[in-house]
Structure formats: C-alpha cells, structure tokens
C-alpha cells in the first residue's frame, strides 16, 4: 500500500515510517496541516494516518493544531481515501468530531504498531471489496500474514514485485493502470519508471507459470491478473 503518514512528533514519525516500510507499504509523510493537505490533493494514496494536533505554516489559515482540516479539504472535494485517526485526544466529543469530518477509524495514543497495521488492512479491505484471504487457481493471497503461495508452497518475492502482485491481487480480474502501479510503489524521494515496472512485470510472469494466473498486457490501459483458461 501507499500510505501517506501526517504526524507531527519526529520520534514517533521516525517510528512509524520505519515499522511501516519494514512491512512492505511505500509511505509519504507530512509533519503539518499543510504538507499534508498538499500530498493529499497530488498524490493519491491508498490509506491516511492522520494525527489531530498538527502545526498550521500559515498558507491554510488561522486554525491551529487539527489535522482535521486537511480532512475536511479532502472529503470536501470528493476524496474518499480512507483515513485512521492517531491522536492523543480521548474526549468523546473530539471523536465524534473526527467521525463526523469524515474520518474512517479512530485509535488513541499510546497505541501498538501491529494495531495500527491491522485497522489500516481492514479499512482498506472494506474500501476495495476485498477478503483477507484471496485464490487464484494455485496462487493464494493472505493479506494477514503479507504471504503468497502457489498451492501449499511459499512464494518469495522481493519488495518490489511483492508490491505489484499484491496490487493485481486487490482484487484479481480487475485492471490496474501503469499510472496506478506506479504511484503505488514511489514514494516522492524515488519514482519507479516504466521500464523497471515493465521489468518487475516480465519476472514476475515467469514466476507464476504453473500457477494458473497470469498476468495479461491491456494495451493502452495497464495490467490485468487473470485464471488461465
């Protein structure tokens, strides 16, 4: 997943940012209001962390501390990422009131890093239609446990054609544009070009022979992970 990251508390960014890309996601993050309202308008990710007590630097107002704000910019416009709110506000009125601007999920800090990995999965399962568990012919998906198997053996990818797998996979049969894979595996520091993802591509086609799933090139479109017949 791509995920965009707006904390403001270096420690804990740092932490975050590390537990986050040591379990495959590609993350972006923001420190402020509006770094974060930026990212999210030009790059579209696949879930927000979002912390509540954010500094403003003056370009979005006179509000300060809510991360809130960029949450309304972006559900104001129509974006419907998924968003888990981390904060350290426990009041039932504060909740409500991320709720109700648009917030997905809520999580109080201090909380543990494996909690947030879960709430993440889960909202972005509930925002694609997708299952924990996913089969295609001999290929099986366990999004839980970040595994792929053909039948009962162990499929090990690196990083990067994990990455691509795992986005044809969410949910197989349906295309998913170079664009779309692109984005999803770059980060703003380092953009994945045509010719490496062609690359990850091709290996990747060798590696599911026998599987019964390919992947099938849809000219002008993308990529598409099919059963073959």
Do not use: C
Not at 140 to 159: N, V, W
Not at 190 to 204: K, T, V
Request: hydrophobic residues 45%.
């Amino acid at each position: 997943m791509r995920i965009l990251l707006v904390e403001d508390d270096a420690v804990l960014r740092e932490v975050m940012l590390r537990s986050l890309a040591d379990a495959g996601h590609r993350v972006d993050v923001a420190s402020n209001v509006d770094d974060a309202d930026h990212l999210w308008r030009v790059q579209p990710f696949d879930a927000v962390l979002l912390d509540l007590n954010l500094p403003v630097t003056g370009a979005m107002g006179s509000v300060t501390g809510s991360g809130l704000t960029a949450l309304r910019h972006a559900r104001a416009r129509g974006d419907r990422t998924p968003v888990l709110v981390l904060t350290a506000r426990d009041r039932t009125e504060e909740r409500i009131a991320g709720l109700d601007a648009g917030a997905d999920d809520y999580l109080g800090k201090p909380f543990d890093l494996a909690e947030v990995e879960a709430r993440l999965r889960a909202l972005v399962r509930r925002a694609k239609g997708t299952e924990d568990m996913v089969t295609l012919g001999q290929l099986k998906l366990d999004r839980k446990a970040r595994r792929f198997a053909m039948g009962s053996t162990p499929l090990d990818l690196p990083a990067r054609e994990f990455e691509v797998l795992w986005e044809l996979m969410s949910p197989p049969g349906h295309a998913v544009s170079k664009r779309s894979l692109s984005d999803k595996l770059s980060t703003f520091d380092e953009a994945l070009g045509d010719n490496a993802l062609e690359a990850f591509i091709s290996r990747l086609r060798k590696k599911l022979l026998g599987s019964g799933a390919s992947i099938r090139t849809l000219r002008g479109i993308g990529y598409l992970l099919e059963a073959e017949q």
